[in-house]
């Protein structure tokens, strides 16, 4: 069965203090591993997408990376506008377009 | 559109009560997704339309749950005889196509009392 597990389920960091956020996943025939931004009331923002193993892509601050059973959300110097909960998600190569999401972590930079 | 609509924003109704959820997706996508989020959870997959068509609706949790695409654009997600756990933000997301990426509207706040 397909799952997604996020780690930790909130962080706490200090504006500046550079950390990781942790996405594992099984999934059979990966297509695609998603990176969202979710801020309160709202719906999921989509930050990356990324299909194979060693692949990296970056955004101001975040740089997101694939391995073939985890993905890193690095966060450099992060801001308090940067809080918020991050979500990732797979999408599988058997069941059209829909997504397995995380339960996401939520994230508190505090200045 | 500029983005993915619903409406209403929040939704109070009494248990056993009908509900429907518009969805409006963004002007040209083909693709539309129902997704429905529990506090501190992820978003759950509930339906996703391929034009007018529902190519997925494995994730719909009993037949109290329709959701209907008649024209290929507006969406509408309709609960039956609601109960207290039904009661979550419920997500619409679009996007151009089954290999694109999604964008999400702000969803619907249901509460069943």
């Known amino acids: 069965e397909d799952q997604v597990t996020q780690s930790p389920e909130a962080l706490r960091l200090q504006e500046g203090e550079s950390s990781s956020l942790n996405c594992s996943y099984t999934v059979s025939g990966l297509r695609g591993l998603f990176w969202y931004r979710q801020d309160p009331g709202k719906g999921p923002e989509f930050l990356f997408t990324l299909y194979s193993a060693g692949e990296e892509k970056e955004k101001e601050r975040l740089k997101a990376t694939l391995t073939k059973k985890e993905s890193f959300l690095h966060i450099t110097a992060p801001k308090p506008e940067d809080s918020a909960t991050y979500l990732c998600a797979v999408r599988n190569g058997n069941q059209g377009g829909k997504l397995i999401f995380g339960q996401g972590t939520e994230l508190s930079v505090k200045p | 559109g500029a983005g993915v609509s619903q409406t209403p924003s929040n939704k109070v109704t009494e248990k056993g009560k009908y509900v429907e959820l518009r969805c409006d997706p963004i002007s040209g996508h083909t693709a539309l997704y129902w997704y429905r989020q529990s506090l501190g959870q992820g978003p759950e997959f509930l339906i996703y339309f391929q034009g007018t068509g529902a190519a997925d609706d494995s994730g719909l949790p009993n037949d109290r749950f329709f959701a209907v695409r008649p024209e290929g654009s507006v969406s509408t997600l309709k609960i039956q005889r609601t109960e207290r756990g039904d009661s979550a933000v419920y997500l619409c997301?679009?996007?151009?196509?089954?290999?694109?990426?999604?964008?999400f509207g702000s969803g619907t706040r249901l509460t069943v009392v």
């Open positions: 997301a679009s996007s151009a196509g089954q290999g694109y990426g999604y964008t």
